[in-house]
């Protein structure tokens, strides 16, 4: 398979101080032919300070995406970010993961034609997200159990994705029996099946958002391969202020519908159908 630039599509909303550590971790990847779109569900004016920062004294090549803030609007804004993308293949994540080096070249190197990516992510508590630092990501010491134990991390099976690499990466992702999906916040796969299927569904507000569209890339004849041993992110504390019961209750049916009717394509996704 020929070189594959990527799109990496990061979603944030007023989270400046994490996204500022998640674009530390873009700028150590390893593999560098990549773009980042930043996909910004209406955040204020400090999050555009920190982006133009690195737009300026960083050689990271990105794009900011924003929408002004109407509630929680995030595949809206993903389907604008999808459409400002630049490379064929999609990396989907938030502003509050933070990558491991290997984290782009994994996604690349996994990568297959009518497949795609679901990756996972490792949990922090609040004060562990606080303390990590620049020279922390930098030097990739906050993927280290050692130095996360000493940080107050205590240890449980989950902590095997920080130390899975080559044969046992392989086998935990095979026989996990964590169902492979569409997770917003670490998962890939190829930009034409994404606007085949018309994008994200923009009625979805939190809660199954991601899964929807996974759910019809599936109907598609996509499947779905488990890497969330090999694909590695921190994800840092926060709150999630915008549950909301009646939204979960309403993307429940929209998913329901979805199955049962094994639909491709939204009509109300990138490109309005009604």
């Known amino acids: 398979m020929n070189a594959v630039k990527a799109s990496v599509i990061i979603s944030t909303y007023n989270q400046p ?3 500022e550590k998640v674009l530390w971790g873009y700028q150590v990847q390893t593999f560098k032919d990549f773009e980042i779109v930043i996909a910004d569900d209406g955040s204020n ?29 995030k595949t809206k804004i993903l389907n604008k970010a999808i459409v400002a993308s630049a490379h064929d293949y999609l990396i989907f994540t938030d502003g509050d993961c933070i990558p491991r080096n290997d984290f782009v070249s994994e996604h690349i190197r996994l990568r297959r034609r009518n497949y795609f990516l679901s990756g996972g992510y490792f949990k922090l508590p609040k004060p562990l997200s606080e303390a990590i630092t620049r020279h922390d990501i930098e030097h990739q010491d906050c993927f280290k159990l050692r130095w996360l134990q000493t940080h107050g991390l205590e240890k449980n099976f989950k902590a095997n994705k920080l130390t899975a690499f080559g044969f046992k990466a392989w086998f935990l992702n095979t026989f996990t029996p964590t169902k492979a999906t569409f997770d917003g ?16 569904d923009e009625r979805m ?23 969330r041993y090999s694909t590695i992110c921190l994800h840092l504390y926060h709150e999630r202020p915008y549950l909301n019961a009646l939204a ?7 998913r329901k519908q979805t199955k049962r009717s094994k639909t491709v394509v939204t009509p109300y996704g990138i490109t309005k159908l009604t």
């Not at 990105?62 to 929680?72: A, E, R």
């Not at 507000?205 to 890497?227: H, T």
């Open 17 to 19: 101080q994490w996204l």
């Open 45 to 73: 004016a400090e999050t555009k300070v920190l982006i133009d920062s690195f737009k300026k004294n960083s050689p990271l090549e990105i794009k900011h995406v924003w929408q002004p803030d109407q509630g929680f609007q």
């Open 248 to 254: 979960l209750e309403k993307n429940k049916l929209i």
């Open 205 to 227: 507000q939190y809660g199954g958002e991601d899964r929807e569209i996974g759910e019809r890339l599936m109907n598609k004849g996509i499947a779905f391969r488990q890497v």
């Open 185 to 200: 916040m670490n998962v890939s796969g190829w930009k034409k099946d994404i606007l085949d299927v018309n994008g994200f």
